[in-house]
Structure formats: structure tokens, C-alpha cells
């Protein structure tokens, strides 16, 4: 496999960690994939937590929920930032020493107050594996310029109309087809 890197970006809501997620079902089970992917939790109405997973292990937390008091906020969720880096970066690192492809879901607002969380992108960065960033679209954090401003990130933006086609596209990427 290429030793692609890909960044998704696109606006809330418009299918970034779902085109990940097609990805990794479409890379098979002979690739191993790791690293962390954020979840949403709704009560089919409204967002009522998110959780943070280690996509080797299944472990679990949920970060962000009502009632947590923090400075860092989602709507009106509070941040516990300790417990999103008890999972994300093992994950990170774990993924970056043994899996295949490396996943990091999601490079976002929230995401970025962790300056543990900053170093171990930047560290995967430099690892010469494939992987998959899905890239907040608007911050102007320093994390997420410098991954729009690297030329070996390959940036793709999903929307309405590209979003089915788009895992396909990324898979054509990583297999080394130059598109
Ligand atoms: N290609 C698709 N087909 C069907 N449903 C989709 C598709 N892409 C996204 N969705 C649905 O749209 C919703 C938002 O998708 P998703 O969570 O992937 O967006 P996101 O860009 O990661 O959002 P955020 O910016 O909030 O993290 C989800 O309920 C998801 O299941």
C-alpha cells in the first residue's frame, strides 16, 4: 500500500467520519487499522455526549457530556481533556508502532486544546505509514494550518454530491493510482 496521507475535511455534519469509516470496512481485515475515531452520541434529537475510541482495542470514554464543568465547551457539553487523552493517545501512539494504517478522527477544535494530543499528531506525521486524518475545515489552529500546508497530506473535502463516491476515491489513492 501507498504511503498515503489523506486529510477529510468538510463542513459539520457533512459525512467526514462516516467516509472514514467506509474506508476502513473497505480496507479488509488483513490490513490492520488503528488509532481513534470520536463519536457522537445523540438521543435522536439532540447531542448528549462524545465519545473517544481506540479503534484497535474498542476501548472507550465519553469525553464530553452535560454537567462536566471546563473551560473548553461543545454546545453545552463540558470537556474533560484528561479523559479524551486517556484513550486518544495510546491509540495514537500504539497505531503508529504496529498497525498499517494510522486513523486519527477527528484534527478538531475541541481536539486541539490537548497539547499531548498536538505532539502525537505531529509524531504520527513523520511516521512513514499510510494515514487518514479527518481535519476540522475552518480552524485556523497551528496544527491544522501546518497539516493544510504539508505538501504530503492529500486534501479532499466531502460533500453532498461527492460523499458516496469519495471512500472509493481514497481507496484508489492508497493503493497508489495517481488521481
Ligand atoms: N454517504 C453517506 N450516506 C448516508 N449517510 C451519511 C453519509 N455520510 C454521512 N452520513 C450521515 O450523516 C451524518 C453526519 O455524518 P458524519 O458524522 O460522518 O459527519 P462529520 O462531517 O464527521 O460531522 P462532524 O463535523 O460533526 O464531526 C451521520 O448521521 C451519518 O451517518
Known amino acids: 500500500m501507498n504511503e ?9 455534519g457533512s459525512g467526514k467520519t462516516y467516509t472514514l469509516k467506509r474506508v476502513i ?5 488483513d490490513i490492520t487499522v488503528g488509532g481513534m475515531i470520536d463519536e457522537k ?5 439532540h447531542e448528549i455526549g462524545i465519545n473517544v475510541c481506540n479503534l484497535q482495542t474498542g476501548e472507550k470514554v465519553t469525553f464530553a457530556k452535560p ?5 473548553i465547551t461543545v454546545g453545552n457539553l463540558g470537556v474533560d481533556l484528561s479523559l479524551f487523552e486517556s484513550i486518544s493517545i495510546d491509540a495514537i501512539k500504539t497505531a503508529c508502532e504496529t498497525c498499517d494504517v494510522i486513523v486519527i478522527d ?27 486524518l ?20 492529500r486534501i479532499l473535502e466531502v460533500t ?20
Request: glycine letters at 8%.
Open 4 to 12: 498515503i496521507k489523506i486529510g477529510i475535511t468538510g463542513l459539520p
Open 25 to 29: 470496512e473497505m480496507l479488509g481485515k
Open 41 to 45: 452520541i445523540t438521543d435522536g434529537r
Open 67 to 71: 454537567g462536566v464543568e471546563s473551560k
Open 106 to 132: 477527528e484534527v478538531g477544535k475541541v481536539e486541539v486544546e490537548s497539547q499531548a494530543f498536538v505532539d502525537a499528531v505531529k509524531d504520527a506525521l513523520d511516521v512513514d505509514k499510510p494515514m487518514i
Open 134 to 153: 479527518t481535519l476540522h475545515k475552518k480552524s485556523r489552529n497551528p496544527l491544522l494550518q501546518d497539516i493544510r500546508r504539508r505538501d504530503d497530506v
Open 160 to 179: 453532498p454530491t461527492n460523499r458516496n463516491l469519495l471512500p472509493h476515491k481514497i481507496m484508489r489513492l492508497m493503493n497508489g493510482e495517481n488521481i
